[in-house]
């Protein structure tokens, strides 16, 4: 049995369609993105430690523009393979951004309201 390209299975919610979720996923990357980069250097600021020893080396080697390599590259790496899935499973690229980015926002949060 094999298949020359992919079909969804079960149907979205409501009237959403692949592209329209990709689109939201990506406006949710934007703003996790942003949201882990002002948590975490808040959290730098009031005395907390980054977790992850890769960005943790990028911050202390240099700072801002470390963190936002690191992000700039993950997201690279996202759009790159991103073409190489089917059009009905391109929405996984920025869930997979977006998903653990938000979780640190809100370990962050969490880490930040211990210390204040």
Known sequence: MSSDSA?????????IT???LERFC???????LVGDIVTTFVGLHLGLAESNPVARSAIEG?????M?????????VG???????P???RPIVPAGLAIPWTIAVFINLYMISLTI
Do not use: E
């Open 7 to 15: 079909h969804l299975r079960y149907q979205l919610p409501g009237d």
């Open 18 to 20: 692949p592209a329209a």
């Open 26 to 32: 990506w406006v949710l990357v934007g703003l996790s």
């Open 62 to 66: 240099y700072g801002l523009a470390g």
């Open 68 to 76: 936002l390599a690191l992000k700039a590259l993950a997201i690279g």
């Open 79 to 85: 759009l790159v393979c991103r073409p190489m899935l």
């Open 87 to 89: 059009k009905a499973y």
